[in-house]
């Protein structure tokens, strides 16, 4: 295990600056998850921490010892890739042990490694198959069995599961939860899909154009977003934005939101609006409203509760507590409240 320490990281390819004046700690044991969209610095953060992209100034320390300059054979790190980056010709049993042989681990050690993690993996009856012979479920396990009997301080993960099939990503999701719990050691994690941050993180930091918008927990981003950008980036359907003036907007998520024919009592926002959509989703129901403004917004409900058809009017209403309000520079002010801001917002009730 290892906490890893970014202090004043910045990093540049030419005259493009990807990432600035950065710092951050990943802490030891957990499982922490770098999300945000394309392009944010996510992957260069992961590089910077395998030794395979050196950061531009400042220092990166693992567990107190600067590994700035450190090649990459010399840290105590195994990489995940999203292509599995495993070899064709090799039986799975040849792939796990590849890097134990670059090593020169004794032969009776590394026959060890590979039945204990092959049966970590559910690998142990296809040791002796090819890759091609195996579904890309199978070909990921063997790339984190090879991870694994390194038995490193730190395993990075860089999407590696964006080439399965929506099923499979749900089922290796529990499986890498459940392995990293079994072995404790750090975890840093890529994707850009806020499923994947949100179900598997004990930390997640989420990032926008080489910047932290937001580290915390999944509860603590998802109830407590420090900006707007937060807020809209976590949750599905993204929280509703909508404007109170003066530049002050307020937001509420959709699964917040109670829609009816009739108005009821206990709300401290009312809108008229038109249902445009209905999306049936199992245990959910996922609709579209138009405003009588002209604006839209989206609202999902349990199929028991606020079930409502398409092209008809209702109110869309939503109690003080579940409002939240963001300044004109796009920060948290606090939800269910000031007080103000409530009484703002109840005059523009219908």
């Given amino acids: 295990m290892a906490e890893i320490v970014f202090e004043h990281v910045g990093k540049s390819f030419g005259d493009t600056k990807v990432i600035e004046n950065l710092n951050l700690t990943i802490e030891d044991g957990k499982f922490t998850v770098l999300v945000g969209s394309s392009g944010c610095g996510k992957t260069t953060l ?42 064709p010709t090799m039986s799975v049993r040849e792939n796990i042990e590849f890097g134990l042989k670059n090593k020169k681990v004794p032969k009776a050690e590394r026959d060890r490694r590979i039945a204990e993690y092959a049966e970590v993996v559910g690998m142990t009856p296809y040791l002796d198959r090819k890759p091609s012979d195996l579904s890309g479920g199978q070909r990921q396990r063997i790339a984190l069995a090879r991870a694994m009997v390194k038995k490193p301080s730190v395993f990075l993960m860089d999407e590696p599961l964006s080439n399965l099939d929506a099923k499979l990503r749900a089922a290796m999701r529990v499986e890498l939860i459940e392995l990293q719990r079994r072995l404790g050691t750090t975890f840093v994690y890529v994707t850009h899909d806020q499923i994947e941050a949100m179900s598997m993180a004990d930390t ?44 002050i907007r307020y937001g509420i998520r959709p699964e917040s939101l109670r829609m009816s024919p ?40 349990e199929n028991e509760r606020d079930d409502v058809e398409e092209d008809i009017d209702v109110w869309v209403m939503a109690p003080s507590r579940h409002i939240h309000f963001f300044g004109a520079d796009g920060k948290h002010l606090g939800h269910n409240g000031p007080q103000n801001l409530l009484d703002k917002l109840g005059g523009l009730n219908e």
């Fill in 262 to 301: 009739e108005r009821m009592e206990g709300m401290v926002m009312y809108r008229k609006g038109h249902v445009v959509t209905r999306e049936m989703l199992g245990a959910e129901l996922q609709y579209k409203v138009r405003l009588s403004d002209g604006s839209t917004i989206m609202v999902k409900s």
């Fill in 46 to 87: 992961l590089r910077m921490i395998a030794g395979i992209g050196p950061a531009t100034y400042g220092r990166i320390l693992m567990d107190g010892k600067d590994i700035t300059h450190q090649p990459p054979e010399k840290r105590d790190i195994a990489m995940v890739f999203q292509n599995y980056a495993i070899y």
């Fill in 204 to 247: 997640i930091v989420l990032m926008e154009k080489g910047e932290i918008q937001q580290i915390g927990s999944p509860e603590e981003i998802y109830h407590e977003p420090a900006n707007i950008f937060s807020a809209q980036f976590i949750g599905t359907p993204p929280m509703n934005i909508m404007e109170l003036g003066d530049g």
